[in-house]
């Protein structure tokens, strides 16, 4: 397993003296799809400069581009995908997290089955266009108080499999799955289709070890579910310095399957 932490390059020093393998950032920041080519050159500069890679980024769609409800505009979406997937490629992305709950949100009132439609023709599109550059969408679930669609792994998971393209796979989060009480059978049962994971405690959003929670089921559920691939913390980190390596040690641990005090 590989061990990130979602942060600016100005604290993948810390990170990676706390022996993490790699950050997450968001793709407004690195890729800059709404700002001309310069603009994004400049953030591939900084992040090159970091002293960790970006492999995956988050925050995939802004909240004004809507992809359900009445209001969408599908040429809008595919130009703004098609511009973050070829500067990904350029940046060396692997993942792209599609949270976005602003964005997925459906709109008081709209059909949920005219939404079910809208979501799964997004992901139907992103997905090849995705592939394509070498990236793979994750989409993750989010908990009832960000969004109110696509809360839980089983239902990502359905969505991922109705798409059924390798560009489109899943995300699981501890801190949304525990937050609402999501199942950790749902994570070992699609471990095949995840690629990627986010963890946090609750109910501070914290880096593992800065406040009680007890993760032991959740890495279990990677473990039977045969997920070795990237972690990244997605949380406060008020004291990089002293909160990583704690965080690093408990996760590694973790996922190693060993209590650590």
């Not at 004004?64 to 350029?90: C, H, N, W």
């Not at 972690?231 to 399957?257: C, N, T, V, W, Y």
Request: negative net charge; proline residues 7%; contains cysteine.
């Amino acid at each position: 397993m590989q061990y990130g932490v979602c942060c600016e390059p100005s604290m993948t020093g810390a990170a990676a003296k706390a022996s993490f393998d790699f950050a997450e950032w968001s793709v407004d920041a690195l890729l800059r799809p709404r700002e001309p080519r310069h603009a994004f050159l400049a953030a591939l500069e900084e992040a090159r400069a970091a002293q960790l890679p970006y492999p995956v980024l988050n925050c995939f769609i802004p909240g004004d581009l809507k992809i359900t409800g009445p209001a969408v505009d599908a040429s809008a979406l595919r130009k703004y995908a098609e511009t973050a997937f070829e500067r990904a490629e350029q940046a060396g992305v692997e993942v792209i997290v599609f949270g976005s709950g602003s964005a997925r949100r459906i709109p008081d009132g709209f059909d949920s089955e005219a939404a079910h439609g809208q979501l799964a023709d997004f992901c139907a599109m992103i997905a090849p266009l995705a592939l394509r550059r070498g990236v793979t969408v994750a989409l993750e679930p989010l908990n009832r108080r960000e969004c109110n669609v696509l809360t839980t792994v089983a239902e990502c998971a359905a969505l991922v499999r109705e798409v059924a393209h390798p560009g489109l796979g899943l995300l699981t989060d501890s801190f949304h799955l525990m937050i609402d009480g999501d199942s950790c059978e749902d994570v070992a049962a699609n471990g095949g289709i995840l690629r990627h994971a986010h963890i946090a405690t609750v109910p501070n959003r914290l880096a593992p070890g800065a406040e009680p929670c007890d993760f032991a089921p959740f890495f279990g559920a990677l473990a039977r579910g045969g997920y070795r691939g990237r972690i990244s913390i997605e949380g406060h980190i008020p004291a990089p310095e002293k909160d990583l390596p704690a965080a690093f040690k408990l996760m590694r641990g973790l996922a190693q399957g060993r209590a650590v005090g």
